[in-house]
């Protein structure tokens, strides 16, 4: 005899719920997206109620809170900007590097054991890196270049570069690896050297992946806030001087919002302010990284 | 003539490939180095520190008598709250996407939704959360509101790493299911999932390990820094029993902790900020680790 | 016997292979192989699919040293320089400098057409200009490539047609003069018209260069070779002058293959 089937109405409408709760979460993600754009938004546009677009962009002072307020984002732009800078100038060359090394030289077993090892680096929590930035990194510093303040950009980017290394060297990796094993033994058997292959034909084939790795590289440092905050200080100095001590965007917003400012401040809705620009700059890097992704992984 | 150049030649670009190769292990000894450094440092200065009063006492006025206790209950607590939404969350969209979404417009603005948020610095999401869930919703700087902060945060690496698990799983095995006559949700529920479980628990121990040290986003929505108490306890011994007052309650975590007394210019609380930072570390490290033994376990075990 | 002394003292010896074996880790992949190749002639291998004429072709541009685990035992030894090229001692750079090898697929980089050809020229340290312009130009015409891309050298090699990308592949092998060229199937991934094309092409180029080819193709094998090795199971069956070897083979093993019955 066989068995009956459950009636078809119920499975059928048990089978059609259970897909529009799955969509449900799914759909999350667009909502959340939405959110954070309409909070950041409709928090930020009553700053400028009360100052002037001249005023944000023409001013070299940023000092909202004082009793003599400026607003000039510049300052902390430029501390972005130099924290970011030498983050890259540590990440993409070691990054790539590895990359090279783990995907051309290294053998599988010493890779499948190097490449996880270097993603614990951000496994790391980065108010630890903040730490080992401002009681480690910037003291040894100080030994050879007594001039250093104790708060400075310098050492801030250096070991937030050191944390995005496996963001380059992993990225990179993976973008190498996929290109066709076919390629490099064409060159070798031309009597080409790894480093040659590697350099004249993985490099460039793989160009557009290793692209969109550096391009998160930036958004990450441009993002990162603990390690900046700790180790940069939290004065905005209109500066590029590495050796001086600088506020970030991101540094700001904790500043902030360790105090207790009225949420109708102009201090407050100033956070709501950077972190506007904060999400449009990292939203151009991401969009530009994922462009030059896509245009690698349809072309292998 | 044409040998002698190809010799020489040779031999110059075989010197260039051994420096390449130095340069390159002697990178990765810097790193090593460095990621020595970092771990000596915590545990030269912060080792000695941690004992049964360290891990038991609340914050302190006084360096030496401080501990870590309410952080550890509030990172446990904001974490238990990650969990609950964000996995459940996370595998549904990675299932949904996989298994059920069409390829149509409002798929793909759910996955450039998903990339995009992947992006988005973690003190942004502190932002939206200060604005929407502390502002607008009254959650205040729960956490409540912490942990529902976090699994945003963590719910494109959950969803990320779900997806990929269930890829890696042929399509014969889909087949084979429904030719038996499964319905769809039965095929996924006795197939797909317990098949990619491996690579899904990977991805929540990773995206959780993200979460306890994530510092950021909770200061922005004013977690405090100084607790000297611990939230309400769940289990009541007045009927109903289970009470939910402990999710508005106030909070810190170990990472808001250790920022606090990194902060300060005393050298003694910096100690405190070690031994925190050595917890911290541990905790993040042995996750991490757990989730790449475990992906090599599931990579080992099953072979398509 | 006497024929084999009769290349040497001709000093017409391009490639001597003496008692060779290949061992891809445990796997005997290739066993006892004695193989003398002439100046200027075409070799073919053939064989059932397995047999080992592709891992003989690749071991004479020392291409299985890129993967671990694989060792060469014996010698082939490459005339007149007397340098045994499976040595250890011997840089596998070097074999491959004199030894260049086209493969199955075209595999052009994602470069410009010019760049291709040029690139052995470049990696061989030469930085003269005109002097590249000049080889590249020479090699294409001799794969009969440059009156199709003369006009557009400087865009992606990615755009020409299989057949085009293969003899562009020939041109970029050619261009650095090297002693011997080895194919591996070079026509298996493409059209009858551009299969033809090649075949004439390696029928032209066996004047300047030594040439051994690998093919599934019985046909082509007759088309295009002066000599022809048949293997099986990695050993060599029987190897003599083309005709020969399709018309009255001394192996029963060999007619049976020519004739159809097996692989």
């Known amino acids: 005899m066989l068995l009956r089937p459950k009636s078809r109405t119920i499975r059928n409408l048990k089978e059609f719920l259970i897909e529009k709760i799955l969509f449900t979460t799914a759909f999350l993600a667009v909502v959340i997206t939405v959110g954070i754009a309409l909070t950041l938004f409709t928090e930020a546009l009553p700053f400028f109620k009360s100052v002037t677009l001249k005023q944000f962009f023409g001013d070299k002072q940023w000092s909202p809170l004082f009793s003599d307020p400026h607003y000039g984002i510049w300052p902390l732009v430029t501390g972005t900007i130099v924290t970011t800078v030498i983050a890259l100038c540590i990440a993409v060359p070691i990054g790539t590097i590895m990359a090279i090394f783990l995907s051309e030289y290294a053998h599988p077993k010493v890779r499948e054991v190097i490449k996880p090892l270097l993603e614990l680096l951000a496994a790391i929590p980065t108010v630890v890196y903040g730490y080992f930035a401002l009681l480690f990194v910037t003291p040894l510093m100080q030994k050879f270049y007594p001039e250093l303040s104790g708060f400075n950009m310098l050492g801030a980017g250096v070991v937030m570069g050191v944390m995005i290394i496996p963001y380059v060297s992993s990225l990179s990796e993976d973008a190498m690896r996929a290109v066709p094993m076919a390629l490099r033994e064409g060159s070798l058997a031309i009597g080409a050297t790894k480093l040659q292959t590697s350099t004249q034909v993985v490099f460039p084939s793989a160009f557009s992946g290793i692209t969109s790795a550096y391009i998160l590289a930036i958004s990450r440092a441009i993002g990162e806030t603990m390690v900046v905050t700790i180790a940069a200080g939290m004065q905005p100095d209109f500066t590029l001087n590495p050796i001086r001590p600088a506020e970030t965007m991101t540094a700001y917003i904790v500043q902030v919002s360790m105090g207790d400012l009225p949420h109708d401040s102009i201090g407050y809705k100033s956070i709501f302010v950077v972190g506007a620009c904060l999400f449009l700059m990292t939203l151009f890097f991401n969009i530009l990284g994922q462009l030059a992704r896509k245009k690698f992984w349809k072309a292998y | 003539m044409m040998v002698n150049n190809q010799k020489a030649e040779i031999k110059k670009s075989k010197n260039k490939e051994f420096i390449f190769l130095s340069v390159s292990l002697i990178l990765l000894a810097v790193l090593a180095i460095t990621f020595s450094a970092l771990v000596y440092d915590l545990v030269s200065n912060g080792l000695s520190r941690i004992d049964k009063s360290f891990m038991t006492s609340f914050p302190s006025r006084f360096a030496e008598k401080a501990g870590i206790l309410s952080a550890c209950v509030g990172s446990l607590a904001v974490m238990g709250v990650t969990c609950l939404l964000a996995i459940p969350i996370g595998i549904g969209a990675g299932i949904y996407l996989e298994e059920y979404a069409p390829k149509n417009f409002i798929t793909t603005i759910i996955e450039v939704s998903i990339s995009n948020l992947a992006g988005v610095p973690s003190i942004v999401y502190g932002l939206m959360a200060l604005g929407l869930f502390v502002q607008k919703f009254g959650f205040g700087a729960s956490i409540l509101t912490a942990g529902l902060t976090l699994s945003i945060l963590v719910l494109p690496i959950i969803i990320v790493t779900t997806r990929e698990a269930i890829r890696t799983i042929p399509n014969t095995i889909r087949e084979a299911a429904l030719a038996l006559g499964t319905t769809k949700w039965q095929m996924i529920w006795d197939h797909t999932l317990p098949y990619s479980m491996g690579g899904i628990l990977t991805g929540i121990i990773i995206a959780l390990s993200r979460a306890i040290g994530e510092t950021a986003p909770l200061i922005t929505i004013g977690a405090l820094t100084f607790i000297a108490f611990l939230p309400a306890s769940p289990i009541t011994s007045t009927f109903p029993f289970i009470s939910f007052q402990w999710l508005k309650d106030p909070f810190t975590v170990l990472p808001i902790q250790m920022f606090n007394w990194v902060s300060r210019p005393q050298e003694e609380f910096h100690v405190n900020a070690a031994a925190t930072g050595l917890v911290l570390v541990i905790v993040t490290i042995s996750m991490n680790i757990v989730a790449l033994t475990l992906r090599s376990h599931f990579r080992k075990k099953i072979k398509w | ?263």
Request: proline letters at 5%.
């Open chain 3, 1 to 263: 016997m006497e024929n084999e002394n009769a290349i040497v003292n001709n000093k017409e010896l391009r490639l001597e292979v003496k008692n060779f074996n290949f061992y891809y880790g445990q796997v005997h992949a290739l066993k006892n192989i004695d193989l003398l190749i002439e100046r200027n002639k075409a070799v073919a291998l053939i064989g059932p699919s397995g047999c080992g004429k592709s891992t003989l072709l690749r071991s004479m541009n020392r291409m299985h040293d890129l993967y671990p685990g694989n060792r060469y035992e014996g010698e082939m030894i490459l005339y007149p320089e007397k340098l045994n090229i499976v040595s250890p001692k011997v840089d596998p750079l070097e074999v491959r400098m004199k030894i260049s090898m086209v493969f199955q697929k075209p595999n052009p980089f994602p470069k410009t057409i010019f760049e291709n050809v040029a690139y052995g020229l470049k990696i061989r340290g030469i930085k003269d200009k005109d002097l590249i312009a000049q080889k590249v130009q020479k090699s294409l015409e001799n794969v009969g490539l440059w009156n199709e891309v003369k006009n557009r050298l400087n865009q992606s090699a990615l755009g020409l047609s299989g057949g085009q990308q293969q003899r562009l592949c020939i041109a970029r092998a050619l261009a650095t003069d090297p002693e011997i060229i080895v194919f591996d199937e070079p026509t298996s991934a493409l059209d009858p018209i551009a299969t033809a094309k090649i075949e004439e092409l390696v029928n032209v180029l066996k004047k300047e260069v030594t040439i051994v080819i690998v093919t599934h193709n019985m046909q082509q094998a007759a088309r295009v070779s002066d000599y022809t090795a048949f293997m099986y199971m990695g050993e060599l069956i029987e190897f003599g002058e083309t005709k020969n070897i399709f018309t009255r083979p001394s192996k029963k093993l060999t007619e049976e293959y020519i004739t159809g019955h097996f692989g």
